[in-house]
């Protein structure tokens, strides 16, 4: 998730976190982050909000962590639904009430809903055997199906995932589920020599390393890891990780001289650990390949290493490597089968080589952050489309931008499986799950109603893309001949060349412009003059028309005059005055002769449009002169439907300029009780990796995409 948002920040998008304060690692607050429920960090590319997720010191007692997650829901419910309005809500899953939140921010800030799923509730807890009671189960996949049903698209990370949740939906709503797979940093992580100084450390020499890296719990079928270093003892094993099942490995393996149990590592010794092993193992328990994509395959082929799986056949894992080259697949379980595939493997380390190398060369096409965040984009960019169509409103107007909800991993709903007796017929029998839905429904609908009783009304707020807003813009000046209202700037920079393609790149980036009336007509294309990018500013530049605190320029195309504080010559009435710079702002044509405007001396470029209607004067007079608005301001409505509803341009650029300003108009909340990174880390909120427990865009977890 964290390379997401960067990865939407560099196409220009506004993107807004939502996530837990750091805590995952030792279950409790990490230093520095303690005293606050709630801490808000801005960003050049929007900010992140960080809830208290409400730890409990015992990860066995149910209740305590039920309760834990109703005060996270609350404040991120809380935080999520406040604001105003967004381009796209992208909650993720597990955990699977996220789904209720994101809805609740789709409702209040009314942008297209999306639900991504990491892994499929409560499939995973019912094949791990964490969930047996009927009922418990029935309220679950309820839930689910509502998740489902309310979002405007699912997106899940293979076609197994795909035809999981195709069948739990209505016909009719099958086409809203599509496949985005997860991503891999494959400029972090890159082949690097096996002779690293974590095997030094391990007390490993230059003989075969088998490793294994990530979370240890009851999901993964680690006992398989377990058989297969006892059949070789030449050859070092390592298992790499924490969790619910490290103590039982730990009494499995202790006469076992060549298995090297260690914990998570730093997450910038990632690639060194990767590196280590000369065969990375994936096993995976029987039916559980359906429901979730172990992400970590695609860290080991970004590593050049060859992935030896245990998983069930035919799923989304095998087909990668079938697909990459990039290993082999045995069916899950199987003590047998996989300890012959390894020891194949381990006979020809040409063969290892080879898989290295096809492994990386697939996953550096086919899974690359930029790719991803792009389909994410194109996503609510087509949402907002669909949604404005669907409801006869062809501008496209009145969408918010997007808010995302995180994923846990399967694994961890496996742990509750193997919890004490006491506390495992606790949850299958007892009322803490039905409890948790009810108390986060409860706690979400006031939030609701409060939020949609103060949200802006239509044509306030921001504008978003297709949004079709109209404000006026003119130039009140004094010089040596007097007071004088300039002409209306001349050119509708709709210019076309002879493929169709607009010749004024900064229209076609942001789709802004005049029509020789007065008029600024604010017809986002991208996020670039959407959400907080949505200032003056956007206009001036598309005209080249310069504008600091003390010097206004309009270039030749638009008469080429200059009027600067103490160089300009005022004369009103034969007498010479001084005249400074300043910005008249009605918020609305309606209030000119009724109400004064705001006056601005400073940062002018950067006042914000925040209502359809609004009146900008740049005024260069002196201060005793009244404000004057141009006459055809009060035309504004009839000067704006003239115009009607322009396209957008043919060929749109969402790239991003490389210059300071925000990135474009799409918000990302992203609420989720997951590990988040400490002060100074990327901000997003991205899975807790496997390999390291530090919070890292697991291979593929973000953002909010998209104004663009």
Same mark, same amino acid.
């Given at each position: 998730?964290?390379?997401?948002?960067?990865?939407?920040?560099?196409?220009?998008?506004?993107?807004?976190?939502?996530?837990?304060?750091?805590?995952?690692?030792?279950?409790?607050?990490?230093?520095?982050?303690?005293?606050?429920?709630?801490?808000?960090?801005?960003?050049?590319? +929007?900010?992140?909000? /960080?809830?208290?997720?409400?730890?409990? &010191?015992?990860?066995?007692?149910?209740?305590?962590?039920?309760?834990?997650?109703?005060?996270?829901?609350?404040?991120?419910?809380?935080?999520?639904?406040?604001?105003?309005?967004?381009?796209?809500?992208?909650?993720?899953?597990?955990?699977?009430?996220?789904?209720?939140? +994101?809805?609740?921010?789709?409702?209040?800030?009314?942008?297209?809903?999306?639900?991504?799923?990491?892994?499929?509730?409560?499939?995973?807890?019912?094949?791990?055997?964490?969930?047996?009671?009927?009922?418990?189960?029935?309220?679950? *996949?309820?839930?689910? /199906?509502?998740?489902?049903?309310?979002?405007?698209?699912?997106?899940?990370?293979?076609?197994?995932?795909?035809?999981?949740?195709?069948?739990?939906?209505?016909?009719?709503?099958?086409?809203?589920?599509?496949?985005?797979?997860?991503?891999?940093?494959?400029?972090?992580?890159?082949?690097?020599?096996?002779?690293?100084?974590?095997?030094?450390?391990?007390?490993?020499?230059?003989?075969?390393?088998?490793?294994?890296?990530?979370?240890?719990?009851?999901?993964?079928?680690?006992?398989?890891?377990?058989?297969?270093?006892?059949?070789?003892?030449?050859?070092?094993?390592?298992?790499?990780? &924490?969790?619910?099942?490290?103590?039982?490995?730990?009494?499995?393996?202790?006469?076992?001289?060549?298995?090297?149990?260690?914990?998570?590592?730093?997450? @910038?010794?990632?690639?060194?650990?990767?590196?280590?092993?000369?065969?990375?193992?994936?096993?995976? /328990?029987?039916?559980?390949?359906?429901?979730?994509?172990?992400?970590?395959?695609?860290?080991?082929?970004?590593?050049?290493?060859?992935?030896?799986?245990?998983?069930?056949? +035919?799923?989304?894992?095998?087909?990668?490597?079938?697909?990459?080259?990039?290993?082999?697949?045995?069916?899950?379980?199987?003590?047998?089968?996989?300890?012959?595939?390894?020891?194949?493997?381990?006979?020809?380390?040409?063969?290892? $080589?080879?898989?290295?190398? $096809?492994?990386?060369?697939?996953?550096?096409?086919?899974?690359?952050?930029?790719?991803?965040?792009?389909?994410?984009? &194109?996503?609510?960019?087509?949402?907002?489309?669909?949604?404005?169509?669907? *409801?006869?409103?062809?501008?496209?107007?009145?969408?918010?931008?997007?808010?995302?909800?995180?994923?846990?991993?399967?694994?961890?709903?496996?742990?509750?499986?193997?919890?004490?007796?006491?506390?495992?017929?606790?949850?299958?029998?007892?009322?803490?799950?039905? $409890?948790?839905?009810? +108390?986060?429904?409860?706690?979400?609908?006031?939030?609701?109603?409060?939020?949609?009783?103060?949200?802006?009304?239509?044509?306030?707020?921001?504008?978003?893309?297709? %949004?079709?807003?109209?404000?006026?813009?003119?130039?009140?000046?004094?010089?040596?001949?007097?007071?004088?209202?300039?002409?209306?700037?001349?050119?509708?920079?709709?210019?076309?060349?002879?493929?169709?393609?607009?010749?004024?790149?900064?229209?076609?980036?942001?789709?802004?412009?005049?029509? %020789?009336?007065?008029?600024?007509?604010?017809?986002?294309?991208?996020?670039?003059?959407?959400?907080?990018?949505?200032?003056?500013?956007?206009?001036?530049?598309?005209?080249?028309?310069?504008?600091?605190?003390?010097?206004?320029?309009?270039?030749?195309?638009?008469?080429?005059?200059?009027?600067?504080?103490?160089?300009?010559?005022?004369?009103?009435?034969?007498?010479?005055?001084?005249?400074?710079?300043?910005?008249?702002?009605?918020?609305?044509?309606?209030?000119?002769?009724?109400?004064?405007?705001?006056?601005?001396?400073?940062?002018?470029?950067?006042?914000?449009?925040?209502?359809?209607?609004?009146?900008?004067?740049?005024?260069?007079?002196?201060?005793?002169?009244?404000?004057?608005?141009?006459?055809?301001?009060?035309?504004?409505? @009839?000067?704006?439907?003239? %115009?009607?509803?322009?396209?957008?341009?043919?060929?749109?650029?969402?790239?991003?300029?490389? %210059?300071?300003?925000?990135?474009?108009?799409?918000?990302?909340?992203?609420?989720?009780?997951?590990?988040?990174?400490?002060?100074?880390?990327?901000?997003?909120?991205?899975?807790?990796?496997?390999?390291?427990?530090?919070?890292?865009?697991?291979?593929?977890?973000?953002?909010?995409?998209?104004?663009?």
């Amino acid at each position: 998730m964290t390379r997401i948002v960067h990865e939407l920040a560099a196409l220009g998008h506004e993107v807004h976190v939502v996530t837990t304060l750091p805590w995952y690692r030792n279950h409790e607050i990490e230093a520095g982050w303690t005293g606050r429920l709630i801490r808000r960090e801005r960003t050049a590319w +929007g900010s992140v909000t /960080r809830v208290h997720p409400f730890p409990g &010191d015992d990860k066995a007692n149910l209740a305590r962590r039920a309760m834990g997650f109703l005060g996270f829901s609350a404040l991120a419910g809380w935080v999520g639904i406040r604001g105003g309005r967004v381009d796209g809500v992208l909650a993720m899953s597990p955990p699977l009430t996220n789904g209720l939140i +994101g809805w609740a921010m789709h409702l209040v800030r009314r942008g297209p809903l999306v639900f991504n799923i990491q892994d499929i509730f409560p499939d995973a807890a019912v094949e791990t055997g964490a969930i047996t009671n009927g009922k418990i189960i029935a309220v679950a *996949r309820w839930l689910e /199906r509502v998740s489902y049903h309310r979002s405007d698209a699912v997106t899940v990370l293979s076609n197994d995932l795909r035809d999981n949740v195709v069948a739990k939906v209505r016909p009719g709503c099958a086409e809203r589920v599509r496949v985005i797979p997860n991503f891999v940093l494959t400029e972090q992580i890159r082949p690097a020599d096996r002779m690293t100084a974590y095997r030094a450390e391990l007390g490993i020499g230059a003989e075969p390393v088998v490793l294994y890296a990530g979370n240890v719990g009851f999901s993964q079928s680690l006992e398989l890891v377990v058989a297969a270093a006892a059949a070789f003892p030449d050859v070092s094993f390592v298992i790499n990780g &924490d969790g619910s099942a490290r103590s039982s490995i730990e009494a499995s393996t202790a006469s076992l001289a060549n298995m090297h149990l260690a914990p998570y590592q730093p997450v @910038e010794r990632l690639p060194e650990v990767l590196a280590t092993g000369d065969v990375h193992v994936v096993p995976l /328990r029987a039916g559980l390949g359906r429901v979730s994509v172990p992400s970590k395959t695609y860290s080991i082929l970004a590593a050049g290493r060859p992935v030896l799986a245990a998983i069930d056949p +035919g799923t989304e894992v095998p087909r990668i490597l079938q697909a990459s080259g990039g290993g082999v697949a045995v069916g899950p379980d199987d003590a047998t089968a996989f300890i012959d595939a390894l020891r194949e493997m381990l006979a020809d380390p040409t063969a290892l $080589a080879s898989m290295g190398a $096809a492994g990386r060369t697939w996953v550096e096409h086919a899974a690359s952050p930029a790719a991803i965040a792009a389909s994410y984009a &194109d996503l609510f960019v087509e949402l907002s489309r669909t949604r404005s169509t669907r *409801r006869g409103n062809g501008d496209g107007s009145r969408y918010p931008r997007i808010l995302v909800a995180t994923s846990s991993s399967a694994s961890k709903v496996a742990k509750l499986a193997q919890k004490g007796k006491g506390k495992k017929v606790r949850f299958q029998g007892g009322i803490v799950f039905p $409890a948790v839905i009810v +108390g986060v429904l409860v706690l979400l609908l006031p939030l609701i109603v409060y939020a949609r009783q103060s949200r802006p009304g239509p044509g306030e707020g921001s504008p978003i893309i297709n %949004d079709h807003w109209h404000a006026t813009f003119s130039a009140y000046t004094c010089d040596a001949n007097g007071l004088l209202q300039q002409p209306t700037i001349d050119g509708n920079l709709e210019t076309q060349d002879s493929l169709g393609n607009l010749v004024n790149q900064q229209f076609q980036r942001t789709g802004i412009h005049s029509h %020789d009336d007065g008029v600024m007509h604010w017809h986002p294309y991208s996020g670039a003059a959407t959400g907080t990018n949505a200032k003056l500013k956007v206009f001036l530049d598309n005209y080249d028309i310069k504008l600091s605190n003390d010097k206004f320029e309009l270039p030749e195309s638009q008469g080429g005059l200059t009027f600067e504080e103490g160089t300009t010559k005022c004369v009103i009435d034969g007498e010479e005055k001084d005249a400074s710079l300043k910005l008249w702002v009605w918020s609305n044509y309606s209030q000119i002769g009724d109400t004064d405007p705001a006056v601005y001396t400073s940062s002018m470029p950067d006042v914000r449009i925040e209502n359809d209607g609004m009146v900008f004067v740049v005024a260069f007079v002196p201060d005793d002169v009244d404000p004057v608005a141009p006459d055809y301001a009060s035309n504004l409505p @009839e000067l704006g439907a003239a %115009d009607g509803a322009p396209g957008a341009p043919v060929t749109p650029d969402t790239t991003s300029t490389g %210059d300071s300003v925000a990135p474009d108009g799409s918000v990302v909340v992203i609420p989720t009780n997951e590990p988040t990174p400490g002060s100074g880390s990327t901000v997003t909120t991205g899975d807790t990796d496997t390999t390291t427990g530090s919070t890292t865009p697991s291979s593929g977890s973000s953002t909010e995409t998209s104004g663009g």
